[in-house]
C-alpha cells in the first residue's frame, strides 16, 4: 500500500494556520529555510503505473490534478441528495378518492355528530359517515398531488465541485477501504489498465482480468451480499439488494461495456459523463474505480489543472484548497515546525469540579470579570462618606439658603378674615 496522492509542502506554509508559541527573533538562516517561496516536498510519487492485462507495469502517466482537488465530504452529500430526487417518479391518489358518494350532513338535534352521512337504506353503509378522514373509507386529509416538487435545481459549479471531490477520493485508499471495497490485494490505488482492455468483449476475459488483478474479490462481495428486500419493494421491480462494486471507467467502448456488465455490482461509465452518483453512491465517498489509460489521460483536458483551465468544460478550473495540507497533525509534528517551536511544558491539570461564584457578591471575581469595577465602587465609596459627614452636622448653615421668617400680623389677618 502506499501514500495518498496529497502534496505535502513545507509546514512554514501554513503559518497563517498553526499558531506556534514561537520565540521573537528567529535566526535569519532559520528564515531564509523556511520561505514561503521553497520547493514543496512530494509525499507521493508524481506519476502512476500503468499495468497490462497480464499484470505487470508496462509504462507511467502522470498523475492528474484533479485527484490533489479538496474533498468536501459535506459537498458531496448535499450535491448527492439533490441529484438522487432528479430520478423520482410522481405519485399521488385519486382526486376522486373518498368522495364518490352521496352523502349529507344529519344536522343537530339528532344526537349524532354532524358529519355527512349516505343516505338510503337496506344496507349496512346508509347511515355511514362520509368523506371525511377520520371515517372509513373517506378521503384522506391533505390528498397528494402530482403537481409537488420533485425535481431540484443544483448549480452546475456545486455540481463540479462535487464530482471532482468525489474523483480525488478515490484515490485514497484509506477511504475506499473505509467504504467496504476488498482491496487490500490490489497493487495501486489508483488502478490503471492499458487501453487494450476497451477491446475486450468476453465476459470470461473481464472476470481474468479482475483477477490478475486481486480485484474480484470485491465483485464476490456483492455476489454475497444480495439479499431479498424487505418490503413492499419485493413487489414492484426493486426484489434483491446488493452492495457496489468496482467502477470501470473508460475512454472508447470498443466491446468494453459488454465485457463487464454482467457482473454483480460492477458499472461502467465513460470519462467524458461521469455521474456523481456513481462515483459517490449513497453520498459515501470512496468508490473503488479502475481506469483505463485513455481515461486516465484525459483528466486534465476535461478538468483542467490549477495552472491551466479546463478545455472542454466553459470557465472552469479546478478548485484551489485552502490548505495545502489539511492534515494539521503532521505539520504541526514536523521537522520545520518543531524546530522553531518552545518546548512543551508541564500539563495542566484542571480540577475535575469549579465552584460557581456569583460575582455580584464576590469581589475578586467581579474584579476578574470587569477591572473597572474597583474604580467604581471605590468612587461611590467617596460619595457615600461625603454624604454622611454632611449628615452629621446638621447646625450648619448651607451656603445659599435663605433664612425663614416667621409670618406678619397682618398676613394673618388676611387669611383667618371671614
Known sequence: MYDPP??????????????????????R????????????????????????????????????AVFTAPIRNDVVQAIHKNLAKNNRQAYAVSHKAGEQTSAESWGTGRAVARIPRVG????????????????????????????RRWHVKTNLKQRRYATVSAIA??????????????????????????????????????????K???AYADVVKVSNSRKTRAGKGKMRGRRYRQRRGPLVIYNEDKGITRAFRNLPGVELASVHRLNLLQLAPGGHIGRFCIWTQGAFAQLDEIYGTYDQPSTLKKDYSLPA??????????????????????????????????????????????????????????????AQQKNLKAAAAPGEAKKGTKKMLPAGKKFLETLHAP
Request: with cysteine; hydrophobic share 35%.
Open 6 to 27: 496529497n502534496t505535502l509542502f513545507m509546514a512554514n506554509q501554513f503559518g497563517p494556520f498553526c499558531h506556534h508559541r514561537g520565540p521573537s527573533t528567529v535566526d
Open 29 to 64: 538562516r532559520q528564515r531564509s529555510r523556511l520561505r514561503i517561496n521553497d520547493q514543496p516536498r512530494m509525499a507521493s510519487r508524481p506519476v502512476v503505473n500503468v499495468r497490462n492485462p497480464s499484470g505487470e507495469s508496462s509504462s507511467t502517466v502522470p498523475l492528474p
Open 120 to 147: 338510503g337504506g337496506g344496507t349496512h353503509r346508509s347511515g355511514q359517515a362520509a368523506f371525511g378522514n377520520m371515517c372509513r373509507g373517506g378521503r384522506m386529509f391533505a390528498p397528494t398531488k402530482i403537481w
Open 169 to 210: 477520493a478515490t484515490a485514497v485508499p484509506s477511504l475506499v477501504l473505509a467504504r467496504g471495497h476488498r482491496i487490500e490485494k490490489i497493487q495501486e490505488v489508483p488502478l490503471v489498465i492499458s487501453d487494450e482492455v476497451e477491446s475486450i468483449s468476453k465476459t470470461k476475459e473481464a472476470v481474468a482480468i479482475l
Open 212 to 214: 490478475t488483478f486481486q
Open 321 to 382: 484548497p485552502k490548505v495545502s495540507n489539511a492534515d494539521i497533525t503532521r505539520v504541526i509534528n514536523s521537522d520545520e515546525i518543531q524546530s522553531i517551536v518552545k518546548p512543551a511544558g508541564p500539563a495542566r491539570v484542571k480540577r475535575p469540579f469549579t465552584q460557581k461564584k456569583n460575582p455580584l457578591k464576590n469581589r475578586a471575581l467581579l474584579f476578574r470579570l470587569n477591572p473597572y469595577a474597583k474604580v467604581l465602587i471605590r468612587r461611590e465609596t467617596l
